[in-house]
């Protein structure tokens, strides 16, 4: 099972941020949060990830509570693009190399 | 640089019949997994390799699906036979060791229709 809850839906108006929340209570110490999206008809697409320090990239920031219980990814001016299914992920290292377990996801909407 | 290479895109069968799915990864990635997605669900992982070694066929159901990755490159991902409720959308991904984020490069997909 999937160790994060998302929201299933969110809205944002393009040119505005979106804020995606996730919890991750039960994340173990070595674990890291990833985040992915996916656009209708395509395979998944690697955004970005962290451990325990805010992280910022080309295409969205993420903020992990200091507790590391919970962790926001932020889209600082979203487009019609964006429009996709994000999915937050705890990803678990084991047997040689990782295993990423993808839970529902949140649908964005970004609306004109 | 190409990415994750998937054939077919779209596969309709009748219930009964095999399938076979083909995958060719983004060149000089080791590690190859094949997931599946039904409608409205995230993906869920059948089986990952490190070059041509099974190392997590854990959530394969091995009484009908079959994969296979002979040379360490591309794989085959085979349902025999199918039934009404592998019908989904079947996803190969590839990934290297050396990557920084290690993050996986998803190919677009293979959706199958088991009528």
């Known amino acids: 099972d999937a160790k994060t809850t998302q929201p299933t839906s969110m809205d944002c108006a393009e040119g505005r941020a979106a804020n995606l929340p996730c919890n991750h209570s039960t994340i173990s110490g070595n674990e890291y949060v990833y985040w992915y999206r996916q656009i209708h008809s395509q395979g998944p697409q690697y955004i970005i990830h962290?451990?325990?320090n805010n992280e910022t990239n080309e295409m969205a920031s993420l903020i992990i509570t200091e507790d590391r219980k919970s962790s926001t990814l932020i889209l600082p001016h979203a487009t019609l693009r964006d429009t996709a299914v994000y999915y937050c992920?705890?990803?678990?290292?084991?047997?040689?190399?990782?295993?990423?377990?993808f839970g529902q996801g949140t649908e964005l909407s970004v609306k004109p | 640089e190409a990415g994750v290479v998937q054939s077919p895109r779209y596969k309709i069968i009748e219930k009964k019949q095999p399938v076979a799915f083909w995958c060719n990864p983004i060149s000089g990635h080791n590690t190859l997994y094949w997931y599946l997605q039904n409608l409205g669900q995230g993906p869920e992982l059948l089986i990952r390799y490190e070059n041509e070694e099974a190392v997590d066929d854990s959530q394969l159901p091995k009484d009908r699906f079959s994969a296979e990755r002979l040379k360490g490159v591309d794989s085959t991902l085979k349902i025999q036979p199918a039934e009404l409720g592998d019908s989904a959308v079947y996803l190969c991904a590839s990934s290297s060791r050396t990557s920084a984020h290690n993050e996986q490069f998803f190919g677009p997909g293979t959706r199958l229709t088991v009528l």
């Open positions: 962290g451990l325990k």
């Open positions: 992920i705890v990803f678990m290292v084991y047997n040689q190399g990782g295993k990423l377990i």
